[in-house]
């Protein structure tokens, strides 16, 4: 197998909990905002689970042209958009690609590669950066009232953005109060960061903790996925 189809492989093994039980409760939610959104591969899925309110939030411009085609058999909303921790600011974003694939760019970030990670998998030699380019941020709940969304509407939140995942947390401020689920991807190691910035899993675990959530499990494969439960929001409407 080629480094290429290692790092694919390996990015297969990652899945979300969205239908799945956990601690005895279907997690089926009213509505779901990912964001880190690539180009929703899990848009059929999402459909085929019953959740009928889905919003994707992308940063590259590219990726998002393509989300916008891949989920519209499914009426979700797609918005094109960089979310962080503080509105209107301005900020350096690193276009990745995957090997050779000019339209592969899931694991563009905020924040630049470190190269030194490939002395530990060497599967991210074949990610590459492309260009760097300039976006405007927003934070979520602004984001979703400039595009005239009801915040209530949304009780799972996934998050996949390489490495931000902790200041898009920080930039909802109390809205993150009205979240059951939140699904994040982490990275799982301890001696090496992936990217140059990127907040830790020990980082965004303590910031989800002031906020009443719980860590569920994580999951490994290439990255992490990590879910944290509202426990008082799930028991109060069981």
């Known amino acids: ?57 992308e940063a590259v411009p590219e990726s998002f042209q393509q989300l916008v085609e891949n989920v519209r058999p499914y009426h979700q909303v797609c918005i094109n958009a960089l979310i962080l921790d503080v ?46 380019i300039e976006l405007t941020s927003l934070t979520l709940p602004t984001c979703l009232e400039r595009h005239g969304l009801h915040k209530d509407r949304y009780d799972f939140l996934s998050l996949n953005t390489q490495g931000s995942e902790l200041r898009i947390v920080q930039g909802m401020g109390e809205y993150l109060r009205q979240m059951k689920w939140v699904q994040s991807e982490v990275n799982p190691l301890n001696e090496i960061s992936i990217y140059d910035g990127e907040n830790t899993a020990s980082e965004l675990q303590a910031y989800m903790e002031q906020f009443g959530f719980e860590r569920y499990k994580i999951q490994h494969s290439f990255g992490g996925i990590v879910l944290y439960l509202n426990q008082d929001l799930i028991d109060s409407t069981s």
């Not at 880190?36 to 959740?51: D, F, K, L, P, S």
């Open 1 to 57: 197998m080629t480094i290429l189809q290692n790092l694919r492989e390996q990015q297969k093994q990652t899945k979300d909990f969205v239908g799945t039980v956990v601690n005895g409760t279907s997690i089926v939610p009213q509505g779901i905002i990912h964001v880190g959104g690539n180009i929703g591969e899990e848009a059929e899925r999402y459909a085929q689970t019953g959740v009928d309110t889905v919003v994707w939030i």
């Open 87 to 132: 509105d209107d600011q301005p900020t350096k974003f690193y276009k990745n690609r995957v090997g050779r694939r000019m339209d592969d760019h899931s694991y563009s970030s905020i924040y630049p590669i470190n190269r030194a990670i490939e002395t530990v998998f060497p599967h991210y030699r074949v990610v590459q950066t492309l260009e760097e």
